[in-house]
């Protein structure tokens, strides 16, 4: 409860008749957050005012009206140890604390007021707040369902989790259920293993999908039971395929040849261009025949335009198999060094020049495959051999991509990069070559 709203703000009481004045032990327990501005000294001790309370001894909170507190009505929790106490007070030598020594030492020793394990019997009623020794959780409880065995409960879930966690020999999910395990995520479980749980263990285990490698979290009995779940992704594809089977020269793969060549070979289960129509909405995984980039798209948005399609391609506005150039860039007042990729005739070079890049080199290449493999290499070149970071940040790029494409002008000379994109030029040309020699014969 916050700013109180049951009743409107109390009248000033005359002075000397406030509560807090006529009754401080009650006003003690006037909560000091959940009343808005009002406070115990703005209130008389017949006031109808709804406020909230919080016990100065056992800390339980509740609402109540004032004048409800002054007629005697307190603290429930409190007042329910006072009469228990009178029905439960023990003989010498047979209390809680004498009986039962390991459950007294649970006994929370500040939220119970007054009483102690030494003022109630083993089977009292009473509800106290105990404090466990193992976890410090802290929970309300009578005496008596302690004395009858029952304990802290959050111990009790994980005692439970352990004991079903740890599989007898030969009973494991591993030794059970191998399609399961086949799943297990190799490095989110820290030291847990498959062989370490039973079938119906309330771990949260974390999973990889063998097939389609999706990942997701899920409890391992919910994987084992009958009809359990499974990996969302590969059973979308189940139901896609079962509801979108084409008729005989229909298939993605009949109509859209150049697609399916695409349609990824490992990532799709046993799910394949021949088995669904162009227009279905099976969600499948891809891979970029011109750049090798995987991504999971719909086969009806595949098919909506069927000329290019990757994102990584079509972020630059680049076509792999049309002719492109490699450039580099240098920037005088930002001190900088870019080397990229451009579509030949894409008009990408000019905006760069017109943001006050300066042209030092370009290369021209027959397809847009064979320049993003340069591009590549000079890269990591850069990134990876000479360890060299990021110069730009995407501010300062003038509203242009490819802030990660830069370096420092001072780490490496204009020589040097020219040198370098001409020997990567070298190695991919002699690559294709031998490409086409293996094709011929």
């Not at 070149?381 to 002008?409: C, F, K, Q, Y």
């Amino acid at each position: 409860m916050g700013t109180n709203r049951k009743a409107p703000r109390p009248r000033k009481p005359a002075p000397g008749r406030s509560l807090l004045e006529l009754h401080p032990d009650i006003a003690a327990d006037w909560h000091p957050t959940k009343n808005g501005d009002v406070g115990p000294g703005d209130v008389s001790s017949g006031s109808g005012f709804y406020a909230a309370w919080r016990c100065a001894k056992c800390g339980h909170e509740w609402p109540t009206t004032v004048s409800a507190r002054s007629i005697g009505r307190g603290c429930r929790p409190c007042a329910s140890v006072k009469i228990g106490r009178a029905r439960s007070t023990p003989t010498p030598g047979k209390s809680l604390a004498d009986v039962y020594p390991d459950v007294a030492a649970e006994w929370h020793p500040s939220r119970n007021g007054d009483l102690r394990p030494q003022d109630v019997k083993p089977a009292a009623g009473t509800e106290v707040v105990w404090l466990c020794g193992t976890c410090s959780h802290e929970w309300p409880a009578p005496v008596n369902n302690r004395t009858r065995g029952t304990g802290c409960s959050k111990c009790a879930e994980k005692d439970r989790a352990r004991k079903q966690a740890t599989p007898a020999p030969g009973e494991s999910l591993a030794d059970l259920r191998p399609d399961v395990a086949a799943d297990w995520h190799p490095t989110k479980n820290g030291d847990v293993t498959p062989w370490a749980v039973n079938v119906g263990s309330v771990f949260r285990a974390e999973w990889r999908c063998h097939v389609c490698g999706h990942e997701w979290p899920s409890v391992v009995g919910s994987r084992t039971r009958p009809r359990g779940s499974g990996c969302s992704e590969c059973a979308k594809l189940r139901i896609g395929a079962s509801r979108s089977t084409p008729k005989a020269g229909e298939s993605l793969q009949d109509l859209f040849p150049n697609l399916a060549k695409e349609w990824h070979p490992t990532k799709n289960g046993d799910l394949m261009p021949s088995m669904v129509k162009p227009g279905a909405r099976n969600r499948v995984n891809w891979v970029c025949s011109a750049c090798g980039y995987e991504w999971p798209t719909r086969v009806n948005d595949r098919a909506k335009t069927p000329v290019g399609g990757c994102p990584t391609c079509a972020e630059y506005g680049f076509n792999a198999a049309a002719p492109a150039v490699v450039y580099f860039l240098h920037h005088p007042d930002l001190d900088a060094h870019k080397v990229g990729i451009a579509g030949e005739g894409s008009g990408r070079l000019s905006k760069f020049v017109r943001a006050g890049w300066t042209v030092v080199h370009s290369r021209q290449f027959a397809t847009g495959a064979a320049a993003r493999s340069v591009e590549k290499a000079v890269h990591t070149w850069w990134r990876d051999d000479l360890n060299l970071p990021v110069w730009l940040a995407a501010a300062d790029m003038s509203g242009l991509r490819g802030h990660t494409e830069t370096i420092a002008a001072t780490e490496l000379s204009e020589f040097e990069i020219i040198s370098r994109i001409a020997a990567e030029a070298s190695r991919v040309a002699t690559l294709e070559r031998e490409a086409d020699c293996v094709l011929a014969a």
